[in-house]
């Protein structure tokens, strides 16, 4: 992928908080289906880059919601990004207890955070779709494992990752299955993503306690076991 809009984003790379979730996102949404002025939940937005992209490139509404990052501090970055309060709403908000009305989004976008409260076969249906519209989508890009590994651990990802860290990270066909549980979603799509390589070489360019620890790890050739997964959900 040449990444002709994430591209317009490198100078913000600097915000990220893993592997560069701009590209990542525009690999997800190549064949989006969430129609311009649609309200979106950007959940686990981190410090609001995502919800910029979202904001500008999709002319979506976005509420970026996290737990962990300061709505005060994202409403400034989104005002020098030239996004007005009508355009990104940041939210202080738990995955597991939204503050929002239910059916209240056209779609929810997430982005290297499903992966933290979504290994619950229970969370589609009790703490996410109730917030959704019918007929809304999910949309979701999550680093994962080209096959689970967990039995017999490689060396080379245990130089960054204990395995505590590493159980957060699942294959494909882990992935389709725990969404195939919910009762009232479809499952449009769940595939390895091609962004994999070019994300972590943007994450580990940059010069953080977080990114220099996982170089380790990849440096010693531990990237062959990991990949991103997109998966594409559309609520009954």
């Given amino acids: 992928m040449?990444?002709?809009r994430a591209k317009k984003y490198n100078e913000f790379m600097n915000l990220i908080m893993g592997p560069n979730p701009v590209k990542?996102?525009?690999e997800l949404l190549l064949n989006n289906m969430i129609p311009r002025g649609s309200r979106v939940m950007d959940l686990g937005s981190g410090q609001g880059l995502t919800s910029v992209f979202l904001a500008k490139e999709y002319g979506f509404k976005v509420y970026a919601a996290d737990l962990w990052s300061e709505p005060e501090e994202n409403a400034k970055f989104f005002a020098k990004a030239?996004?007005?309060q009508e355009q990104v709403i940041p939210v202080k908000a738990?995955?597991?207890?939204?503050?929002?009305?239910k059916e209240f989004f056209d779609a929810v976008v997430t982005t290297d955070s499903y992966n933290y409260f979504g290994r619950d076969p229970e969370f589609l249906?009790?703490?996410?779709?109730?917030?959704v519209k019918s007929g809304g989508y999910i949309y979701i890009a999550?680093?994962?494992m080209k096959k689970d590994c967990h039995e017999n651990l490689p060396e080379e990802l245990l130089l960054s990752w204990t395995p505590e860290q590493l159980?957060?990270?699942h294959d494909?066909?882990?992935?389709r299955d725990m969404v195939s549980r919910s009762r009232n979603a479809e499952v449009l799509s769940a595939h390895e993503m091609e962004s994999n390589e070019e994300v972590w070489e943007d994450w580990l360019a940059c010069d953080n306690e977080y990114s220099v620890n996982d170089r380790k790890s990849m440096e010693a050739g531990g990237g062959k076991y990991l990949n991103f997964i997109s998966i594409v959900l559309r609520k009954k």
């Fill in 82 to 84: 030239g996004l007005s």
């Fill in 142 to 144: 999550i680093p994962g």
């Fill in 125 to 131: 249906d009790k703490c996410l779709l109730p917030y």
């Fill in 167 to 169: 159980e957060y990270m």
């Fill in 94 to 101: 738990d995955a597991m207890d939204l503050p929002f009305e």
């Fill in 2 to 4: 040449k990444y002709e």
């Fill in 24 to 26: 990542l996102g525009e």
């Fill in 172 to 175: 494909v066909d882990y992935w």
